[in-house]
């Protein structure tokens, strides 16, 4: 059983988003209770929690069975026992879990479970773009619903999206829908070589795309030993300017390698959350901005769905949607590993 003094151990110096947002003693003693009767509550259902990095601390160290980024957590869902899984991040990331584990209850308890990227695409606008371009392959970022994944030939993530870009056995490529990542995979493909035509949709992640580079020459002035990490999902004014680029996962064990002490880390406050908490020894410079999405997990909700789940919280995906999704998930796979 989890005491709150050992919880206030562990979040104290935490900092979730702004500086003066800190967790108290009086606040770790207020979710201690909760924090127990949801881990109290997995074991009897054989329930599992998996959980993205961007996700409040007090579900990170106090609940999380897995933590990661878009890719690593699709790999925890293949292998994860039990009958249930409660997926702390949005829907899509979700139905990923449910495309891979058919046979288990996927329950989300987000109550603003969306994404910008992924709600800027139906499977009619893929089904159109299709239409318009039938010697292209289409190539969805894993921020898509389930049914947009079942219109595409192969899926990617943060953490793949060049690799397999330069390795699908097709040289014209119609990627949906992040125009900022895909003006990335652009400019990436130019300087490995690789000569390919690469057309785009028009969706952006409303965290990301906020990041501008007069931002980053700023604080380069005042702090001339600063690195810049950032996630693919910046614009590429952003990315040219960064030393490292990768997904949520890469960004750690970038940070974690790394002999530097002052970085400025361009993705959503919850990895730097993660990072005061794993590395305190590393400062980070400049603001973070939240994804409401994200941040709408609560503690509370998690409870609420273990003990007795609507349906607006159970993952359902049409049996022949599924399927098709699960050919753009495999191909992912194979062509990332
Ligand atoms: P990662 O796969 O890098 O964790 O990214 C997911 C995401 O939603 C970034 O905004
Ligand atoms: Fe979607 Fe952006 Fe939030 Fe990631 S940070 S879940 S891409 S809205």
Do not use: W
């Not at 996630?231 to 970038?254: M, N, R, W």
């Amino acid at each position: 059983m989890l005491k709150a003094e050992e919880l206030y151990k562990r979040l104290q110096h935490v900092k979730v988003g702004a500086t003066s947002c800190r967790f108290t003693l009086a606040k770790c003693e207020e979710i201690t209770p909760l924090i127990n009767e949801i881990n109290q509550l997995k074991k009897e259902k054989q329930a599992i929690i998996l959980v993205h990095s961007y996700v409040d601390p007090d579900i990170v160290y106090g609940v999380a069975d897995f933590v990661g980024d878009s890719y690593g957590l699709s790999k925890d869902a293949m292998s994860a026992k039990g009958k249930i899984i409660v997926f702390a991040a949005v829907k899509f990331m979700a139905e990923t879990a449910k495309i891979l584990n058919p046979d288990k209850t996927v329950l989300v308890p987000a109550i603003e479970n969306g994404c910008s990227l992924a709600d800027s695409i139906t499977a009619e606008d893929v089904r159109r773009l299709k239409a318009e371009n039938p010697d292209y392959a289409f190539m969805c970022y894993i921020n898509t619903s389930a049914e947009v994944k079942a219109e595409c030939d192969v899926c990617v993530t943060s953490s793949n999206v060049y690799k397999i870009v330069e390795n699908y056995p097709s040289d014209k490529i119609f990627f949906v829908p992040d125009r900022l990542m895909g003006l990335n995979i652009i400019e990436e493909m130019a300087a490995r070589g690789v000569k390919k035509s690469i057309k785009l949709y028009d969706g952006t992640c409303y965290v990301h795309e906020d990041y501008k580079p007069e931002m980053i020459e700023y604080l380069k002035l005042e702090y001339p030993d600063l690195k810049v990490a950032s996630h693919p999902e910046c614009s590429s004014a952003v990315v040219k300017y960064s030393d490292f680029v990768g997904s949520t996962s890469q960004l750690i064990d970038y940070i974690r390698k790394s002999a530097n002490k002052n970085f400025l880390l361009l993705t959503e406050c919850g990895l730097i959350s993660r990072l005061n908490m794993e590395l305190p020894e590393k400062r980070f410079i400049g603001s973070c901005t939240m994804c409401k999405y994200m941040k709408a997990n609560t503690l509370q909700d998690i409870l609420r769905v273990l003990k007795a789940p609507e349906s607006k919280d159970i993952i359902e995906i049409e049996e022949s949607t599924r399927k098709k999704a699960l050919n753009s998930i495999n191909a992912m796979f194979k062509y990332a590993e």
